[in-house]
């Protein structure tokens, strides 16, 4: 069973950096797109950005102190996150569009949407 394992949140000061990383791992796996999503307390879930072969895209406001990237390879992405504000804190979740496979059919199942279970950024002020 294939998962995605955020690692990389945790406290820091407003203006200071984070990189959060993102592992597919269990399982032979073909991400076609790779993304982070974040949630705040009281607030819905809100595209940070996303990768794939066509290249980056980042939700509003986030491109500038965000950058995305990936080590297609590996099924890892990355987020570096930088002049990070108190309004960042939430919970960081990453997202791929993707397929696992099989190894009892000797072939690939078919594309479908995986995410992390989030790891948490907060930004004292």
């Known amino acids: 069973q294939v998962q995605l394992v955020e690692s990389g949140g945790g406290l820091v000061q407003a203006g200071g950096s984070l990189r959060l990383s993102c592992a597919a791992s269990?399982?032979?796996?073909?991400?076609?797109?790779m993304a982070w999503y974040r949630q705040a307390p009281g607030k819905e879930r809100a595209l940070v950005a996303s990768?794939?072969?066509?290249?980056?895209n980042y939700g509003d406001s986030m491109e500038g102190r965000f950058t995305i990237s990936r080590d297609g390879a590996k099924n890892v992405v990355f987020l570096q996150m930088n002049n990070l504000k108190a309004e960042d804190t939430a919970v960081y979740y990453c997202n791929a569009i993707g397929r696992s496979y099989d190894s009892g059919f000797a072939a690939y199942q078919q594309y479908r949407e995986y995410w992390g279970r989030g790891t948490q950024v907060t930004v004292a002020s």
């Open positions: 990768i794939d072969n066509s290249g980056t």
């Open positions: 269990g399982g032979v796996f073909s991400a076609a797109l």
